[in-house]
């Protein structure tokens, strides 16, 4: 039996490709991103992302927007593929191609737990949802908008709980989907295992990867920006790294999940 | 500019501003209404004793009265059909209305059965009131009105939300008498808003005694019988008078400059009131060493709950309504979110408030005036770099956000000097607001903001207390400019003339350079976003 460690390693390519494939996507949205920057009005000589991300919704960059839409569906649509390819690879060492094989194979079923999980969470949040608006109801008397939009939010906090678990139990799923053959097995046995242990150890991981992506987005500027840099070579560098090193960071603990699943 | 030298501006604008900033005209013009406002039935009834000179230089056969309530009677009148309701983005779902019970002279003449009450088809927001002997000029008329008003669900400015009322257009006023011309009457348009002489008003509200009221002017008396309550209020040397009631309004309030500033703002909004008072605050003093000092005792503002947001953003004299939600970011950081509101109509108590013009015939001279100096406030207040975002770590101008929502769209812009029902909704905010702030802007760029600030502080001083055109205002910047330059450059530029150096245009904002690194930083950003999508 290999260890966590072990089957990351092992699913480096698949993680690789991962990467790519995300890499590729994310160019077409990224070239009209910055060329509506270039075309449409300049707001100021020093502007720089974050700053005219505040005025997307102002200058409403339509050929960004669309072909963001269009990377963001294709991302949705070959997700099932890539996590499958990465899961199969931690589970056994074969060539690549193989593991995309078996990925295929098991494409349908993946998207069903998807949808499940996502079936799942959505009626979570829609109960959380009238808790929340039953709430600020009950506490118009009081004629305090802050009192009842505080309350409201407050009977909205298992909201948080429920999108982690259904994240975590959408995880544990698709391990057990490549561990068993059949979908339905995988989501009830994902069911069972999907501890409180393990929405823990998910939270904390997908929160290691937000704290890292969020600094890939606010570093470049605060570093390079603050020493009077301004080398686009070092930022796509460092941008780049911190992409890898999320996606790396995100098998990390699908290998943890896929050495635990496996005893 | 650096702070430094902005203050210094300020301390060389105040030592030449004039010394009587803080005296307030003696008008021709008196008020005296008694109001009994039920919130029960969203109605008012009141009478007003209305006492004013004939200005003008010849004899006057009429009076026309503005009964702008009725704008809300149905779908007929001018203002639902111009579309005034886009604005808010509200539909009429309560009518609203006033009638005039009774009118009549203090002589006794009854004056009602003459009148004409739709002087537009479908629209009765005017009344035209045959007298029954001419008034020569200088002659004094004290006329005697009853009337009854039903406030209308709010949609814009007037009506209620719950037991929020926003009392404004509410009572029969006279319309503008000009000097030369004779009235000046309108319609409620929909785009539009006033006109009227400055007045002297004295004001008795009756309501339930749980209500507090915010209003122009300020209480000088209140007396409660049971459970009502009567607050006599004064203004002076003001052209509206508006209040707003609500049992659950909070107070704050501050002294500034000798001017009582105070808050009223719903139960839970206190970081909103702080906020908003600070930005008051500043303003004053900022507008008041461009412009001339506020002249008022008192000034108030009033926050409206969140389901009353079509009261929103509107100036009365010595009275605004702000808006913005409960919370507010701490005072070191940029939140337009609170100030830009409150900003943009504190500007209006002096484009409006004091230098009063036709804001149906000449939009842009309160309103692209106001913006202007709503940058300019934003930019102050936010400090050097400015930043809308985030402090000075996202450095972002006030104007130059101004330019890109200009510019985002490339259809034409028509000229920003014509009358509101000249345009469409769609088009009155880039004409009519924007436009004109980013001209003067360009001049600052160009000439300097010295310069800018001279011609209009000259004109603001000149035109205290008076009723302005853009003649008078192209005269102040050829005062300074030289003559000849308002025709050569600034007309031009307002009207919207390709040719125009002033023009903000795309191809100049295309010269700005930009970041090198805004694609790695984009590609960055879309695999974040793809990420949360992915595997």
Excluded at chain 2, 116 to 133: C, F, H, I, S
Excluded at chain 2, 171 to 199: I, N
Excluded at chain 2, 461 to 480: C, E, G, K, M, N
């Amino acid at each position: 039996m290999s260890s966590a460690h072990a089957r990351f390693t092992q699913a480096g390519p698949a993680l690789l490709l991962t990467y790519l494939t995300k890499l590729t996507l994310a160019l077409v949205p990224a070239y009209q991103l910055s060329h509506a920057h270039h075309a449409a009005p300049s707001i100021a000589p020093s502007v720089d992302l974050l700053t005219w991300l505040v005025m997307l919704p102002v200058l409403q960059p339509s050929a960004a927007r669309d072909s963001g839409l269009v990377a963001g569906v294709a991302m949705l649509a070959l997700a099932p593929l890539l996590r499958l390819t990465c899961l199969s690879s931690m589970v056994q060492r074969a060539p690549l191609r193989k593991h995309v094989a078996v990925a295929a194979t098991h494409y349908l079923g993946a998207l069903r737990v998807s949808l499940l999980c996502i079936a799942y969470a959505a009626t979570c949040i829609a109960a959380i949802c009238a808790t929340g608006i039953g709430v600020e109801t009950a506490l118009a008397f009081t004629h305090d908008e802050r009192l009842r939009d505080l309350a409201a939010l407050a009977a909205c906090l298992p909201l948080g709980c429920a999108w982690l678990h259904a994240c975590a139990l959408h995880d544990v799923a698709s391990t057990q989907l490549v561990l068993r053959v059949d979908w339905r097995s995988a989501l009830r046995a994902a069911a069972h295992a999907t501890s409180l242990r393990i929405v823990v150890q998910s939270t904390l991981w997908s929160a290691a990867g937000a704290a890292l992506g969020l600094a890939g987005l606010l570093l470049p500027r605060a570093l390079l920006h603050a020493h009077g840099h301004d080398d686009s070579t070092a930022v796509l560098l460092y941008g780049q790294l911190t992409a890898l090193a999320v996606t790396l960071l995100r098998g990390r603990w699908l290998a943890s999940l896929v050495a635990r699943l496996s005893r | 500019m650096s702070q430094t030298r902005l203050a210094l501006v300020f301390w060389l604008l105040a030592l030449t501003a004039h010394a009587d900033d803080r005296a307030l005209p003696r008008t021709d013009q008196r008020y005296e209404i008694d109001v009994t406002l039920d919130p029960a039935s969203h109605t008012l009834v009141g009478s007003e004793r209305i006492s004013f000179v004939n200005h003008s230089q010849r004899p006057l056969r009429e009076l026309y009265f503005h009964l702008y309530l009725n704008a809300f009677r149905d779908h007929h009148s001018v203002f639902m059909r111009e579309g005034g309701t886009q604005l808010r983005d509200a539909r009429l779902q309560q009518p609203g209305h006033i009638e005039i019970t009774a009118l009549h002279t203090q002589a006794g003449a009854d004056l009602l059965p003459s009148a004409q009450a739709e002087l537009v088809p479908g629209d009765r927001t005017q009344l035209r009131v045959p007298l029954p002997a001419p008034l020569s000029p200088r002659a004094t008329l004290v006329v005697q009105v009853a009337f009854r008003a039903q406030l209308p669900a709010l949609l814009a400015r007037s009506g209620y939300a719950g037991e929020f009322h926003m009392v404004a257009q509410w009572f029969p006023k006279l319309a503008r008498l000009d000097e030369t011309s004779g009235w000046t009457s309108f319609p409620y348009h929909g785009l539009g808003e006033f006109y009227a002489d400055f007045a002297d008003y004295r004001v008795r509200i009756t309501l339930p005694a749980r209500f507090v009221v915010g209003s122009s002017g300020a209480l000088t008396n209140t007396e409660v019988h049971g459970t009502l309550r009567t607050d006599e209020l004064s203004a002076s040397a003001v052209h509206d008078f508006a209040f707003a009631a609500y049992p659950y309004f909070e107070r704050v309030e501050q002294r500034v400059q000798g001017v009582q500033v105070r808050v009223l703002a719903p139960r839970g909004y206190a970081a909103a009131a702080q906020r908003q008072l600070r930005v008051v605050r500043a303003g004053l003093l900022s507008l008041g060493a461009r412009f001339g000092r506020y002249p008022y005792a008192t000034l108030t503002v009033i926050i409206p709950p969140r389901d009353a947001d079509a009261a929103a953003g509107m100036e009365y004299p010595t009275l605004f309504v702000s808006g913005g939600p409960w919370w507010a970011l701490p005072a070191a950081l940029p939140d337009p979110a609170q100030d830009f509101v409150t900003a943009h109509e504190l500007a209006h108590q002096w484009f409006c408030g004091m230098i009063a013009s036709n804001e149906v015939a000449y939009p842009m001279l309160d309103e692209g005036l106001a913006q202007w100096a709503t940058l300019l406030q934003l930019r102050e207040l936010y400090g050097s770099p400015p930043s809308l975002f985030a402090g000075r770590a996202l450095p972002i101008d006030p104007f130059d956000v101004t330019r890109a929502v200009y510019l985002r769209r490339a259809d034409p812009v028509p000229s920003s000097l014509l009358a509101v029902d000249a345009y469409r909704f769609e088009t009155l905010a880039r004409a009519v607001y924007l436009r004109p702030a980013l001209v003067l802007d360009a001049l600052a760029t160009i000439h300097g903001e010295e310069r800018v600030q001279r011609a209009l502080s000259n004109y603001a001083h000149a035109q205290r207390f008076r009723h302005p055109t853009p003649v008078d205002l192209f005269a102040s910047f050829d005062d300074v400019y030289g003559p000849g330059y308002s025709e050569q450059q600034l007309r031009p530029a307002l009207s919207g003339t390709p040719t125009a150096t002033l023009e903000p245009t795309r191809a100049a904002a295309a010269h700005a350079p930009t970041e090198r690194s805004f694609f790695a930083e984009a590609l960055l950003l879309a695999q974040t976003l793809l990420q949360g999508l992915g595997p």
